[in-house]
């Protein structure tokens, strides 16, 4: 019997020796190996945490001590400890969460996985704990140091410092590196305490020393240990920050080393008052392909070969890589566009502009509010920023953009990336508020292309704005087939289809456009005569998606965002406005947190199909409502005969 499979939860940790320990990190990096190559995930995060994690269960009590992990990448050990051992199905409907989630386990406290937030969590948590008379407790924060870069940590450790007396415990997993290396003046600082030459001699032959000592002078050594790592650090002018801060730190400390965290964690879990354990990780711990990796050391990978790390499956072209391609092209063009990303330089695309203009690219960090607010300002400058967020962070932002860019009609060039459902991350990083939320903003305009084409021509588009925030949104994945256009109106909409009748008007946002082709199509074997746009630029709507709507019976609008204030309600808005009185029916996703699960069982479940849109559209033209257990072409022939039957 393996180690691992005898650990039902952290309390069966108590049971085994240090070796036993050591030998069950070795377990543990090998299940990980084997597991996540299968089913993708975030691999080297949590190879970097194997002997944090232990130790972190060997000495804290979860869930009476809440533990809270930023980002929750970082937790798959942490599910491995608390009686999670079933991968098969990670990030899969049905098997276990990406990140923490509390309808899986006690022991998980935070699910939102933003990064930078822990630190405010636990301060709440531990003020909470003191204040109801459960002061006994420990909370503690396992923070990256690439979620220093934002703003909330350093709010946070502002007012944590405020008040001393309470047990939190803020766990720094310094491996350098958040996606691609860490940047910015905290990441400077820590990179030099990470390799302070003086402090790692003098902390190792303290070590050494007092390690063959007996039990009473090693005592002594951990009370002492807390003042000489402050003096330490200031003879090395490298960690006067957190002692400025008046918040307790021990550090750095080898995260690798299980018998070194143990005896730290013990020392901070009996401080009685707010620390720091400044711990020294290496980002995919034991695998070679993943430190064979300068890029981003297998942050998260797709399905891989297990032994070389290689990618499987499809090599298919990604919108991602399109925007990146394109704004290549642009930026030889024009020497005002520059990049702005926020920790995220590949996986929005930006490392191709990176490499090939490198003075005009700013990682700024996970600091999202300052990457919209700093692109006012260089647009006020003369520049074009084009701004690559996820569409999920984006929500971070929102002030910003309305305050900082909008408000000063900012030309700025907003690209957000994993819009819409993106799977197998769950409810924190769908892309699904932007749509809704981002028209709010006065004078923005807002792009949804439908395919690789539409995306090259509506980015330039884009950019050619200088008096007004512009937005490119775009799902993650491959791009879509190409989908041509019928004709081109002269406001730039994209007629998809047309019949002679003009019964019902579908307006297929982006991508959804392949969706409402279907669903025009469905409906012609109906008898009912459709006609299919695509917009291209969603927000605002376009005069010719008015003048359509007004010949039709009925229209139907097609976006993947929440419905609950999306595209569809503004147009509905806008017909109103103009005296149009054609009924709207918005489809989009419900305004809830939706669960991880492939894009195509989320939209199932939407009822975004073209069987299932098709079913409806039949059903209200009609004027019968056809039971949802229809889902073919053939069943909603024969309901149709049915009901015109029924007619007669």
């Given amino acids: ?35 996540v190559s299968q089913t993708g995930g975030h691999l080297g995060p949590n190879l970097g945490v194997v002997e944090l994690t232990i130790a972190l269960h060997r000495v804290f009590d979860s869930p009476n001590d809440p533990v809270i992990f930023d980002t929750g990448h970082q937790s798959y050990v942490h599910k491995l400890l608390t009686g999670r051992q079933d991968f098969s199905q990670l990030r899969s409907r049905g098997g276990l969460a990406g990140y923490p989630q509390r309808s899986e386990s006690p022991h998980d406290v935070v699910e939102s996985s933003h990064a930078s937030s822990s630190l405010s969590w636990a301060d709440g948590v531990s003020r909470a704990l003191t204040s109801t008379g459960r002061s006994d407790r420990h909370v503690v924060a396992v923070v990256g140091d690439g979620s220093l870069t934002g703003g909330m940590t350093w709010e946070a450790l502002n007012n944590i410092s405020d008040d001393n007396d309470r047990n939190l415990v803020i766990i720094v997993n310094d491996n350098g590196r958040s996606y691609a290396p860490t940047i910015g003046g905290m990441a400077r600082y820590l990179n030099r305490v990470r390799t302070a030459d003086t402090y790692r001699t003098l902390h190792r032959t303290s070590t050494d020393v007092f390690s063959r000592l007996g039990p009473a002078a090693r005592a002594l050594y951990r009370g002492i240990r807390g003042g000489t790592h402050g003096f330490l650090s200031r003879f090395t002018n490298n960690a006067d920050l957190y002692a400025n801060l008046d918040i ?37 711990r034991g695998y070679q392909p993943a430190l064979d990796d300068e890029a981003d050391q297998f942050h998260s990978v797709g399905k891989i070969d297990p032994v070389s790390g290689a990618a499987l499956g499809s090599g298919s072209e990604g919108w991602t890589d399109v925007f990146g391609d394109e704004l290549v092209e642009i930026g030889a063009e024009r020497s005002d566009i520059i990049g702005i990303t926020a920790a995220m330089l590949r996986p929005t695309g930006l490392l191709p502009f990176a490499q090939r203009f490198p003075d005009r690219v700013y990682d700024v960090g996970i600091a999202e509010q300052h990457a919209v607010a700093s692109a006012a300002g260089m647009a006020f400058g003369g520049l074009h920023p084009v701004v690559a967020i996820y569409a999920t962070f984006m929500n971070r932002a929102f002030d910003q953009v309305v305050m900082d860019v909008a408000l000063h009609k900012a030309g700025v060039t907003f690209v957000l990336d994993r819009a819409g459902v993106t799977g197998p991350d769950g409810p924190s990083h769908h892309g699904i508020w932007d749509l809704a939320m981002l028209q709010l903003v006065p004078g923005i305009r807002i792009a949804v292309p439908r395919d690789a084409e539409r995306l090259r021509e ?65 409906l012609r074997a109906q008898g009912i005569g459709a006609t299919v746009v ?68 989320i939209l199932q479940d939407a009822g975004l199909t073209p ?29 149709n005969a049915l009901l015109r039957d029924s007619e007669r």
Avoid: C
């Avoid at 069966?12 to 320990?21: G, K, M, P, R, V």
């Avoid at 406005?577 to 669960?595: C, H, K, N, Q, Y």
């Avoid at 039949?618 to 069943?635: C, K, M």
């Fill in 534 to 601: 695509d917009p291209r630029w969603a927000i605002p709507v376009q005069p010719s998606i008015v003048e359509l709507a007004a010949s039709h019976r009925l229209v139907i609008t097609i976006e993947d965002g929440i419905r609950v204030g999306g595209i569809g309600t503004r147009v509905r808005q806008v017909l109103r406005e103009a005296g149009v009185d054609t009924a709207v029916d918005e489809l989009g996703l419900p305004d809830a947190f939706i669960d991880h699960a492939t894009r195509e069982q």
């Fill in 1 to 35: 019997m393996s180690l691992l499979s005898s650990i039902a939860g952290p309390r069966d940790l108590d049971a085994l020796s240090t070796e036993q320990l050591i030998e069950l990190a070795a377990e543990v990096r090998t299940f990980l190996i084997d597991n």
């Fill in 458 to 522: 509506e980015l330039r588009e884009a950019v050619a704005v200088a008096d007004a925030p512009t937005v490119i949104r775009f799902p993650k994945g491959t791009v879509s087939s190409e989908l041509p256009a019928l004709e081109r109106l002269a406001d730039g909409v994209d007629v998809l289809s047309r019949s002679d009748a003009e019964d019902v008007l579908i307006v297929g946002i982006g991508p959804m456009a392949h969706i409402a082709v279907e669903v025009a199509d469905r």
């Fill in 248 to 284: 307790k730190y021990l550090g750095p400390i080898n995260g690798h080393d299980l018998p070194a965290l143990l005896e730290t964690l013990e020392l901070a879990k009996s401080y009685g008052a707010p620390v720091i354990v400044h711990t020294i990780t290496e980002k995919g």
């Fill in 611 to 639: 069987a299932k849109i098709a079913q409806d559209i039949v059903s209200q033209v009609l004027g019968t409502r056809i039971p949802v257990a229809r889902q073919t072409t053939e069943d909603l022939t024969s309901l």
